[in-house]
């Protein structure tokens, strides 16, 4: 079964039987991170969107371990631009059958742009099944109703979401998500990197559970299994 650990912000590490992947790995120069860009041991990098804390250190993660970048077809482009090796360029609604699992891509209402202002694409949700289970990744986004979709086509185990408001959904949208998505586990994310986003996830869990969902705050640096 996927062993997930959170490494803070929206960076997730997913271990399973044919794979290791990271998710969007912000990790220098993130205050929540609980490890560092050298340790961090893959086949795959996923990147949602361009902005800084989710590209991070995706191009430095990826040439030393010569992993795959999975990601938006600009994205991708931008990454092998930067002298990635491996990169395999996708599209929202696009899905793909990889050895570790399936990827499909997913609408999230956001922006996206590199760091150094490079135009990057659409930005992204992932929808990740290996090893049997499903995990949603909503990336950075608003609230929208295609989620009530998503959640009807696909039994999700786990969905990751942000709550931290400002740039992304703030708690109570992220609830509405929640019932919208119907996953068997919620967890929290997005949340007090900054001081603009400096929300208690013990309050979305609140609310969340008292709808009759299972919630959970995961510390960063800590693990669970589907």
Same mark, same amino acid.
């Given at each position: 079964?996927?062993?997930?650990?959170?490494?803070?912000?929206?960076?997730?590490?997913?271990?399973?039987?044919?794979?290791?992947?990271?998710?969007?790995?912000?990790?220098?120069?993130?205050?929540?991170?609980?490890?560092?860009?050298?340790?961090?041991?893959?086949?795959?990098?996923?990147?949602?969107?361009?902005?800084?804390?989710?590209?991070?250190?995706?191009?430095?993660?990826?040439?030393?371990?010569?992993?795959?970048?999975?990601?938006?077809?600009?994205?991708?482009?931008?990454?092998?631009?930067?002298?990635?090796?491996?990169?395999?360029?996708?599209?929202?609604?696009?899905?793909?059958?990889?050895?570790?699992?399936?990827?499909?891509?997913?609408?999230?209402?956001?922006?996206?742009?590199?760091?150094?202002?490079?135009?990057?694409?659409?930005?992204?949700?992932?929808?990740?099944?290996?090893?049997?289970?499903?995990?949603?990744?909503?990336?950075?986004? =608003?609230?929208?109703?295609?989620?009530?979709?998503?959640?009807?086509?696909?039994?999700?185990?786990?969905?990751?979401?942000?709550?931290?408001?400002?740039?992304?959904?703030?708690?109570?949208?992220?609830?509405?998500?929640?019932?919208?998505?119907?996953?068997?586990?919620?967890?929290?994310?997005?949340?007090?990197?900054?001081?603009?986003?400096?929300?208690?996830?013990?309050?979305?869990?609140?609310?969340?559970?008292?709808?009759?969902?299972?919630?959970?705050?995961?510390?960063? =640096?800590?693990?669970?299994?589907?």
């Amino acid at each position: 079964m996927p062993k997930l650990t959170f490494l803070g912000h929206a960076a997730f590490l997913i271990e399973g039987d044919k794979g290791r992947l990271i998710i969007d790995p912000f990790l220098e120069g993130n205050p929540k991170a609980t490890l560092k860009p050298t340790d961090v041991q893959v086949d795959y990098v996923l990147l949602t969107h361009g902005h800084g804390d989710h590209l991070g250190d995706a191009i430095a993660i990826a040439k030393a371990n010569n992993a795959t970048v999975i990601a938006p077809f600009e994205l991708a482009t931008y990454c092998q631009n930067q002298g990635v090796e491996k990169v395999h360029p996708m599209h929202i609604g696009g899905g793909y059958d990889f050895p570790f699992g399936r990827v499909k891509l997913t609408i999230a209402h956001h922006g996206s742009m590199t760091p150094d202002g490079t135009y990057a694409g659409n930005p992204c949700g992932f929808l990740i099944t290996m090893d049997g289970k499903t995990i949603y990744h909503a990336g950075d986004t =608003g609230l929208f109703y295609d989620m009530k979709l998503i959640g009807e086509m696909h039994k999700i185990d786990v969905a990751l979401l942000p709550i931290g408001d400002n740039f992304t959904m703030g708690v109570e949208d992220a609830v509405k998500a929640t019932e919208f998505l119907q996953p068997r586990l919620v967890v929290p994310m997005h949340y007090q990197t900054f001081d603009v986003i400096a929300v208690e996830p013990e309050q979305f869990v609140k609310q969340v559970t008292s709808k009759g969902f299972n919630a959970k705050v995961v510390p960063p =640096g800590e693990s669970f299994e589907i």
